[in-house]
């Protein structure tokens, strides 16, 4: 496990060159995962891991406000939780943000120029629990959908980002050609707290009318 020192390096970001510099370090001595803990806003990629020659290099996000308020507290032991009430009670403790997926209603069709292909966002809900207060939004709340139209299983690679002003002009739709998407794509609806529900969707969806996703 590495636990990345932001205040010694404030301008660095851990990208996929930094993974393949760990990997060629440490290699397979490691065994098959290896763990960084950073905040999440220096972290330069999206997917969750990145698996290199059988070795899974996780990416584990550590809110602002945790660091912040490490900053500025005193350490003392915790009650640890025994029941669910107790668990509320240490989250509120330290103001831990607790985070859920948002939900998504998406549906996906041919375009009327029959060339092209329609997404479109039915409903959005965000869910949260920031500062020991539920905070719970909707399509006020989507932030931005990026795409991999070609999605290898794998990898993340971003083809398509698509912020929310631009879809709500658009009554909450996006297009794309459709002779770029002949395999899985995926989405990434991402809420203004920086939270991710993710879809891989098959090109063969394109014959269903709507889907629901995160319930």
């Not at 602002?64 to 500025?72: F, K, P, Q, R, V």
Request: charged residues 25%; proline residues 4%; negative net charge.
């Amino acid at each position: 496990m590495l636990v990345f020192n932001h205040l010694e390096n404030p301008n660095k970001l851990i990208d996929e060159e930094t993974i393949n510099g760990i990997h060629a370090a440490v290699g397979k001595r490691v065994g098959n995962r290896f763990f960084i803990v950073a905040p999440r806003g220096v972290f330069d990629f999206q997917q969750d891991y990145i698996e290199l020659e059988g070795v899974r290099y996780f990416a584990l996000r550590i809110p602002y406000s945790i660091i912040n308020e490490l900053h500025h507290r005193e350490f003392t032991a915790l009650k640890q939780p025994n029941d669910e009430t107790a668990v509320n009670e240490t989250v509120d403790a330290v103001g831990f943000d607790f985070i859920q997926p948002p939900l998504v209603n998406w549906s996906l069709r041919v375009g009327e120029g029959k060339d092209e292909a329609c997404l479109k966002i039915d409903a959005f809900e965000s869910r949260a629990r920031l500062r020991g207060k539920e905070a719970r939004g909707g399509m006020e709340t989507f932030s931005m959908l990026m795409i991999d139209l070609d999605y290898d299983g794998k990898v993340f690679c971003m083809d398509e980002v698509v912020y929310a002003h631009e879809m709500q002009s658009k009554d909450w739709q996006t297009f794309f050609p459709r002779n770029r998407f002949d395999s899985n794509m995926m989405t990434v609806f991402i809420d203004i707290y920086g939270n991710e529900a993710r879809e891989i969707i098959s090109a063969d969806s394109l014959a269903l009318a709507t889907r629901p996703s995160g319930s």
